[in-house]
T-cell receptor, first 112, second 116 residues
Framework: GDSVTQMEGPVTLSEEAFLTINCTYTATGYPSLFWYVQYPGEGLQLLLKATKADDKGSNKGFEATYRKETTSFHLEKGSVQVSDSAVYFCALSGAAGNKLTFGGGTRVLVKP | KAGVTQTPRYLIKTRGQQVTLSCSPISGHRSVSWYQQTPGQGLQFLFEYFSETQRNKGNFPGRFSGRQFSNSRSEMNVSTLELGDSALYLC???????????????FGDGTRLSIL
């Protein structure tokens, strides 16, 4: 079945540092890929998405490129802020309609 | 547009009881999905409803059930509650139309269920 693996956290960074969160997936066919972010006490917010190979999703300074050859969708941000502290989830939506399969989440803590 | 609304936000129940959670999707969204989030198992898909029909189901026991109404609002029910059912239950809605595929899902803030 479909699965998503992402790096375990927590990831602790200083403000303005570069952030990378690795995500790899296993799926049949051509899934759509997503990054969601969850702030304390809240639900998940869509951060960015990509629906086909070589697509680059971007939002709020975050970027991720759909790499079919390496089955990866790594999240990057060039200069993080304290407000980026949250849990980040990589997810895919495959052949089974709107069902999302999530990775385990990566907690990111940005210190001033 | 208003976002996805889940009620109640917090709920405390005891073992053996049953519970009903409610979700109002974004206006115009016809697909509603439910997820369970726990520290141990992470985010797991429960089921998806579209036009009042269950379209997809995860690997949960039959104690977990749901339904969708003609206005797209959805409820999920858990019967004979167990300690392990303590979790954050998230509802998500998405647009869905013929030819669309894997549309992004928009999540509510969840209902936190605690079983004593």
């Amino acid at each position: 079945g479909d699965s998503v693996t992402q790096m375990e956290g927590p990831v602790t960074l200083s403000e303005e540092a570069f952030l990378t969160i690795n995500c790899t997936y296993t799926a049949t066919g051509y899934p759509s890929l997503f990054w969601y972010v969850q702030y304390p006490g809240e639900g998940l917010q869509l951060l960015l998405k990509a629906t086909k190979a070589d697509d680059k999703g971007s939002n709020k300074g975050f970027e991720a490129t759909y790499r079919k050859e390496t089955t990866s969708f790594h999240l990057e941000k060039g200069s993080v802020q304290v407000s980026d502290s949250a849990v980040y989830f990589c997810a895919l939506s495959g052949a089974a309609g709107n069902k999302l399969t999530f990775g385990g989440g990566t907690r990111v803590l940005v210190k001033p | 547009k208003a976002g996805v609304t889940q009620t109640p936000r917090y709920l405390i129940k005891t073992r053996g009881q049953q519970v009903t959670l409610s979700c109002s999707p974004i206006s115009g969204h016809r697909s509603v999905s439910w997820y369970q989030q726990t520290p141990g198992q992470g985010l797991q898909f429960l089921f998806e409803y579209f036009s009042e029909t269950q379209r997809n189901k995860g690997n949960f026991p039959g104690r977990f059930s749901g339904r969708q109404f003609s206005n797209s609002r959805s409820e999920m029910n858990v019967s004979t509650l167990e300690l392990g059912d303590s979790a954050l239950y998230l509802c998500a809605s998405s647009e869905d139309w013929p030819g669309s595929r894997n549309q992004p899902q928009h999540f509510g803030d969840g209902t936190r269920l605690s079983i004593l």
